[in-house]
């Protein structure tokens, strides 16, 4: 186990509001269900939890669990090409587990920051 050379002593930590579906899973193509939803990227995990509102209430609260959670090691990130979705600023997440996603937001720089939020843990982890 490595970790990077300190180009940051800060855990990368990051989360906001975005709408997001699975298109694969297991290596498996997926029905769309494109969802509302507050999402951590914390370390090298992807977090999301489901619905609107109520923002922070499972993160750090006592039983709640995220809704879903993927591990971004070994995954690769791009735009999402044309065919894949009529949504404008679409990121197209691969995990190394099989499982792929769509994450979009109508506004462009948070869509932006995010993809480079997820391009530096790739990179970040790509070691391990
Ligand atoms: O890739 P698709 O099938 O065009 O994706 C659309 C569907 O998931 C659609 O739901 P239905 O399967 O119930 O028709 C969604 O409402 C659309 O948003 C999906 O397309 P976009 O282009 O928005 O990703």
Same mark, same amino acid.
């Given at each position: 186990e490595s970790h990077s050379t300190g180009e940051s002593s800060e855990p990368s930590e990051k989360c906001g509001i975005l709408?997001?579906?699975?298109i694969t899973e297991n290596g498996k193509k997926v029905r769309k269900n494109w969802t509302s939803s507050w999402t951590v990227l914390?370390?090298?995990?992807?977090?999301?939890?489901?619905?609107?509102?109520?923002?922070t209430s499972w993160f750090g609260g006592g &039983? #709640?669990?995220?809704?879903?959670? @993927?591990?971004?090691?070994?995954g690769s990130v791009d735009w999402a090409s044309k065919d894949k979705s009529s949504?404008?600023?679409?990121i197209e997440l691969k995990t190394r587990q099989g499982t792929d996603l769509l994450i &979009? #937001?109508?506004?462009?720089?948070? @869509?932006?920051?995010?993809?480079?939020a997820l391009q530096d843990t790739i990179s970040n982890h790509a070691s391990e």
């Open positions: 709408n997001v579906t699975k914390q370390g090298s995990t992807l977090l999301f939890a489901k619905g609107q509102g109520g923002g &039983q #709640s669990k995220p809704e879903f959670t @993927v591990d971004l090691k070994g949504k404008k600023h679409v &979009q #937001s109508e506004n462009d720089s948070v @869509v932006n920051d995010w993809f480079k």
